[in-house]
């Protein structure tokens, strides 16, 4: 079964593609065919003006139609698009996800903050996680954080933060959302330690990448404070230079980590593991479960 999955998020558009396929013993694998991210960097208006400009929803519509041919030429059988932060902030993100489908014939949806943490984590969950550890799950995107707790099998919390990379670079985080988040971590993870860290999103799978860790290994809170100090220290061209980053990584990648240390702070994690998920692997798995269950029923 081939699918797809569109992520349109506050800092790029991302399309995947990916094959599954039952193994002999019943699991399934998903081998992934085609991952496109094209940086719109819809927040840095929407978080400033609070609306998509007919100039950037022209550059989305291009996109998506992209995305659609590809999706042909792949022979993908079924999709599913949804759109986070930015375009829930957007006053006309209704409106601009209505032309979208007359424009492209591509639905998306307009997920809140708490669905976007359920689609990624509860996807990944059953899979890797022991059952008498806790875990605290960490998303940060440009828009907003994603903070999902799982002890013993069970989700203890999930909770969505406006605190994103595009919106701390454009000055729209204010101390008492930070307070808020802090007071949040601290009393929520209280009754959970110790509790292991696990990271999602682009910036930590870039340290991650950067660290020449071995998969599967952690980074400790120490190391991502020493890429922190680094990091904010170097101009924005050197640091493009020295690391090879594209202009829309190497901007939000200092306030990600910016985040990413302050929550292992609160929440007491000496660690933190990058599985390298995110919203569209999550949107692919449920998917999948979906045209099953439709298969099975004979929808």
Same mark, same amino acid.
């Given at each position: 079964?081939?699918?797809?999955? &569109?992520? &349109?998020?506050?800092?790029? !558009?991302?399309?995947?593609?990916? +094959?599954?396929? #039952? ?11 085609? %991952? ?45 698009? *949804? ?31 708490? =669905? ?11 899979? /890797? %996680? ?15 954080? +994603? #903070? ?17 990379? &595009?919106?701390? %670079?454009?000055? $729209?985080?204010?101390?008492? /959302?930070? +307070?808020?988040?802090?007071? @949040? ?21 870039? &340290? ?8 599967? $290994? ?11 100090? =680094? %990091? ?11 690391? /090879? ?14 985040? @990413? ?11 933190? @593991? #990058? ?12 998917? @999948?479960?979906? /045209? *099953?269950? !439709? ?5």
């Amino acid at each position: 079964m081939i699918l797809a999955a &569109i992520d &349109i998020g506050s800092n790029a !558009a991302r399309l995947l593609i990916s +094959e599954a396929s #039952v193994y002999k013993d019943g699991s399934v694998d998903f081998t992934k065919m085609n %991952l496109l991210r094209i940086p719109l960097r819809l927040g840095f208006e929407v978080f400033d003006t609070g609306a998509v400009s007919d100039a950037k929803k022209k550059k989305l519509i291009e996109t998506l139609n992209a995305y659609k041919l590809l999706m042909s030429i792949y022979n993908v059988e079924a999709y599913r698009a *949804c759109a986070t932060s930015a375009m829930r902030d957007a006053a006309n993100g209704p409106q601009v996800m209505k032309d979208i489908l007359e424009e492209t014939g591509i639905k998306i949806d307009i997920i809140s903050g708490q =669905e976007e943490a359920s689609i990624i984590y509860e996807t990944h969950i059953a899979e /890797q %996680l022991s059952s008498n550890k806790s875990y605290l799950y960490i998303d940060v995107g440009g828009g907003s954080t +994603e #903070v999902t707790m799982y002890s013993q099998n069970h989700t203890i919390f999930k909770e969505s933060f406006n605190i994103g990379t &595009i919106r701390m %670079l454009h000055n $729209k985080v204010t101390d008492e /959302q930070w +307070e808020h988040m802090k007071w @949040y971590i601290k009393t929520h993870t209280r009754a959970y330690q110790p509790l292991e860290a696990i990271g999602t999103g682009g910036n930590i799978n870039k &340290i991650f990448s950067i660290s020449k860790r071995k998969e599967g $290994k952690p980074l400790s809170s120490e190391l991502l404070k020493d890429y922190y100090k =680094e %990091l904010s220290n170097t101009p924005l061209e050197e640091r493009k230079h020295l690391y /090879q980053f594209r202009d829309d990584r190497a901007d939000v990648i200092v306030p990600a980590l910016q985040v @990413y240390i302050s929550i292992m702070r609160w929440s007491l994690a000496d660690e933190i @593991y #990058v599985p390298k998920i995110g919203l569209a692997d999550g949107l692919i798995k449920m998917l @999948y479960k979906e /045209q *099953c269950s !439709a298969k099975a029923t004979g929808v």
